[in-house]
């Protein structure tokens, strides 16, 4: 076996795996609240940075199945990253299930096995609301009762919004993403060594900052339309 896959097996590979792409569905996650937040500047601005993701790097690249090459790159490298963040995941969960230490009483392993059953239950949360999110913005299934208007998703998410269970819907997937956030953020600095007292605080920090700010700005799109505030 070579080293890359005595390295993939070992609990230690799974999570670099997980810390790396982890890394780029976070900043694919960012990027996407940053483009979002076009809808505070109105319909037009909103609709031409979602012109720019179906049509990204053309004219060089080329349109393919409504989409550009270039999205379809960031489409791919999103699912890989994503299949393989879940598969190293489930196989560390594993891997601890059969190591289970007996001892309930140690409390550091309660609380590590209460964030890591939170990782779980919110992994799941987060998977079921992306494939509804897709069904709803990017396929235009009746998953909603508002209609779906190829070409406008201002208006898709506008009129998605204002049904207050799809709103509801968003608000929970939102902050189970925060939790999620926090508590991965925390764990891929552990994962990467950065285990040293004197940095523990600013990781605290950061892992708490960049939860708060994406779920908190992506809270605030059906909150804002449910107000009236985006309409
Ligand atoms: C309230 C927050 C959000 C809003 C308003 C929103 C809005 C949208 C819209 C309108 C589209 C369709 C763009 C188009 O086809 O022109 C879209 C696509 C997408 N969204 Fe979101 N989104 C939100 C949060 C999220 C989150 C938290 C995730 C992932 C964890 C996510 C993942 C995706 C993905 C994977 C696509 C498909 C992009 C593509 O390949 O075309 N979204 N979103």
């Not at 037009?44 to 349109?63: I, V």
């Not at 508590?183 to 605080?201: K, T, Y």
């Not at 994406?214 to 449910?226: D, E, H, R, T």
Request: charged residues 10%; proline residues 3%; aromatic residues 18%.
């Amino acid at each position: 076996m070579t080293w890359i896959g005595s390295l993939y097996r070992s609990a230690l590979g799974k999570k670099a795996v997980m810390a790396v792409t982890g890394i780029f569905i976070f900043g694919w996650v960012f990027g996407h609240m940053v483009g979002n937040a076009k809808m505070y500047m109105g319909a037009e601005h909103f609709n031409e940075y979602a012109k720019w993701l179906r049509t990204m790097g053309a004219p060089a690249l080329p349109q393919i199945f409504g989409s550009s090459a270039g999205l379809w790159i960031v489409r791919i490298l999103f699912i890989v990253a994503a299949w393989f963040h879940i598969q190293a995941a489930t196989q560390l969960t594993l891997m601890n299930w059969s190591a289970r230490p007996v001892d309930y009483n140690d409390r550091d392993y309660v609380e590590a096995s209460y964030a890591s059953r939170t990782m779980r239950w919110g992994g799941v949360i987060i998977l079921l609301f992306i494939l509804y999110h897709l069904a709803q913005f990017t396929w235009g299934w009746r998953v909603a009762p508002a209609a779906f208007v190829e070409g406008d998703p201002y208006h898709n998410v506008v009129a998605g919004f204002q049904v207050w269970w799809v709103s509801a819907i968003y608000i929970i997937a939102n902050l189970a993403l925060g939790l999620h956030l926090f508590h991965g953020l925390w764990a891929m600095f552990n994962s990467l060594g950065l285990n040293n007292e004197r940095f523990n605080p600013w990781k605290r920090y950061f892992a708490t900052t960049f939860a708060i700010i994406v779920a908190g700005v992506n809270i605030s799109f059906p909150i804002a339309v449910l107000m009236g505030i985006v309409h």
